[in-house]
T-cell receptor
Framework: GAGVSQSPSNKVTEKGKDVELRCDPI?????LYWYRQSLGQGLEFLIY????????KSGLPSDRFSAERTGGSVSTLTIQRTQQEDSAVYLC????????????FGPGTRLLVL | RKEVEQDPGPFNVPEGATVAFNCTYS??????FFWYRQDCRKEPKLLMS???SGNEDGRFTAQLNRASQYISLLIRDSKLSDSATYLC??????????FGQGTELSVKP
C-alpha cells in the first residue's frame, strides 16, 4: 500500500520567505509526527498530532514554526520568515498512535535557506 | 548531555564480523525502545523494537536493561548491505521519538 508521502521533495528559498511543507500520512493512521534532521543535530522531534487531541508542540524551535492537520489526515508544516539555520531535512511520520507503535517515515523535504 | 547517547562511529568492519552498538538513555520515563536504520539520504526505517527479555531477528539481537538505562544491538555475520547508520531511539507517551545521534557502520569486502 501507499506509504507516507511528502512534498516538495526539495525546496530552496531565500531568507525571510515563508515555506509550507506537506505530509500525507498512511491511510488509517491516527498519529502524525514531524521531525527535523540537520547536520550536527541529528533527528529532533518537532510536533505531533493524535486524533482530535490538541497537538504536542513541545519540540517547535520558535514561534516561526507552526503546523496543522486538516480532517485528521494531511498535515502542513509552515515556517515563517525562514532563517539559514532552518535548513534541514523535514521528516514526517505516521502511526496508529502510542509509544510502542511503529512509525513510518516519509522521504522528507530537503529545505535550503539561502 | 543528550537524552540518548550512542557509541561514536564510524565502525569499519570486514564482512562476516560481529559488531555491537551500545546506547544509554537518561529519561526513566521512556516507554518503548527501538533501533532504526537509516541509509544515506534516506528516511529512517524501523529495524527492531527492543524488549527487556531480549529479542532476536535473524542476525540481529537487541537487549534492554531498564535498571541501567542501557540498550544494545548485536549484528552477527555482517553483510555489505548492513552498511548504514543505526539510530538508537526511545519513545515517550504518545509516541514522541527521541533519537540518538546515530552510529555509522561500514562493512567492507
Amino acid at each position: 500500500g501507499a506509504g507516507v508521502s511528502q512534498s516538495p521533495s526539495n525546496k530552496v528559498t531565500e531568507k525571510g520567505k515563508d515555506v509550507e511543507l506537506r505530509c500525507d500520512p498512511i491511510s488509517g493512521h491516527t498519529a502524525l509526527y514531524w521531525y527535523r534532521q540537520s547536520l550536527g543535530q541529528g533527528l529532533e522531534f518537532l510536533i505531533y498530532f493524535q486524533g482530535n487531541s490538541a497537538p504536542d508542540k513541545s519540540g517547535l524551535p520558535s514561534d516561526r514554526f507552526s503546523a496543522e492537520r486538516t480532517g485528521g489526515s494531511v498535515s502542513t508544516l509552515t515556517i515563517q520568515r525562514t532563517q539559514q539555520e532552518d535548513s534541514a531535512v523535514y521528516l514526517c511520520a505516521s502511526s496508529f498512535g502510542g509509544a510502542d507503535e511503529t512509525q513510518y517515515f516519509g522521504p522528507g523535504t530537503r529545505l535550503l535557506v539561502l | 548531555r543528550k537524552e540518548v547517547e550512542q557509541d561514536p562511529g564510524p565502525f569499519n568492519v570486514p564482512e562476516g564480523a560481529t559488531v555491537a552498538f551500545n546506547c544509554t538513555y537518561s529519561n526513566s520515563a521512556s516507554q518503548s525502545f527501538f533501533w532504526y536504520r537509516q541509509d544515506c539520504r534516506k528516511e529512517p526505517k524501523l529495524l527492531m523494537s527492543v524488549y527487556s527479555s531480549g529479542n532476536e531477528d535473524g542476525r540481529f539481537t537487541a537487549q534492554l536493561n531498564r535498571a541501567s538505562q542501557y540498550i544494545s544491538l548485536l549484528i552477527r555475520d555482517s553483510k555489505l548491505s548492513d552498511s548504514a547508520t543505526y539510530l538508537c531511539v526511545v519513545s515517550r507517551q504518545g509516541g514522541k521519538l527521541i533519537f540518538g545521534q546515530g552510529t555509522e557502520l561500514s562493512v567492507k569486502p
